[in-house]
């Protein structure tokens, strides 16, 4: 359900694509977002983004590579920040876009009992969650993330860094694997990936100037009514069972 590098592309395309979001974005998500701003965020920016991670791929090795290969295999290569960046940036945004929901549901309990295990209470939570994305100087993202220990934390990755770049080991083999699924069930396998995003908020100025100017903590408030909670709990409890199945 969840294949999120996947959700760019079309299988027998050449090229990259935006995603279909799960909403509409001419109504909005209130209280969150504007449609004025959704539609910056998809139908200008992603688009951008992803125009660029074509421009760049075309006639070489990474073409009609899904973006988390892309990601993958340009984080390696100096010569190919760019592409590192712009793919990461789409990749950011397919996740942060895709994670919020038109029509939110309570969490579930067992939802809350994990985040209330880890962080104390879901108010403990949202309140380091918030705490470290204000504490941001400059653009970037704010993640709720699973660790290779099983554990939850929150943390920021500047600019366009993604999760799974964020922290490097070694001493792995590669595991070639385009989708959100196959990212945790190898969690342990990949050479780059010690954590796994389960939630992440963009803070970037273009997601919150339209609507908020640099009202940033309103921003964050209103962004908990349009979580979709049931994609949150499916990220926990799949990580969750991976983990007991590999321990």
């Keep these: 359900m969840f294949r999120l590098s996947n959700r760019v592309r079309i299988a027998a395309s050449p090229s990259l694509m935006p995603a279909i979001l799960p909403y509409n974005i001419k109504d909005g998500l209130a209280p ?43 984080s390696q290569d100096p010569s190919q920040a760019s592409l590192m960046r712009y793919a990461s940036q789409a990749w950011n945004i397919d996740f942060f876009m895709q994670t919020m929901t038109k029509d939110p549901k309570p969490m579930r309990e067992d939802t809350r009992r994990m985040l209330s295990s880890q962080f104390g209470s879901v108010e403990r939570f949202k309140d380091v969650f918030k705490g470290s994305a204000l504490a941001m100087f400059g ?85 908990w009514d349009v979580v979709n909670w049931s994609a949150v709990r499916e990220r926990m409890l799949m990580n969750s069972s991976n983990r007991l199945n590999t321990n």
């Design 32 to 74: 969150f977002l504007s449609e004025p701003s959704l539609d910056l965020l998809y139908n200008v920016r992603q688009v951008e983004l992803i125009n660029n991670v074509n421009r760049l791929t075309e006639g070489t090795e990474y073409e009609r590579k899904s973006l988390y290969d892309v990601i993958y295999q340009s």
């Design 139 to 223: 653009s970037g993202w704010t993640w709720l993330v699973l660790n290779s220990n099983g554990t939850l934390s929150v943390m920021n990755t500047y600019n366009a860094t993604t999760p799974f770049t964020a922290v490097q080991t070694s001493g792995s083999r590669y595991l070639k694997g385009t989708s959100y699924v196959s990212i945790s069930k190898n969690i342990h396998h990949r050479p780059f990936i010690t954590i796994v995003p389960i939630l992440g908020l963009s803070m970037w100025q273009e997601a919150f100037i339209p609507d908020y100017a640099l009202d940033r903590e309103t921003y964050i408030d209103n962004y």
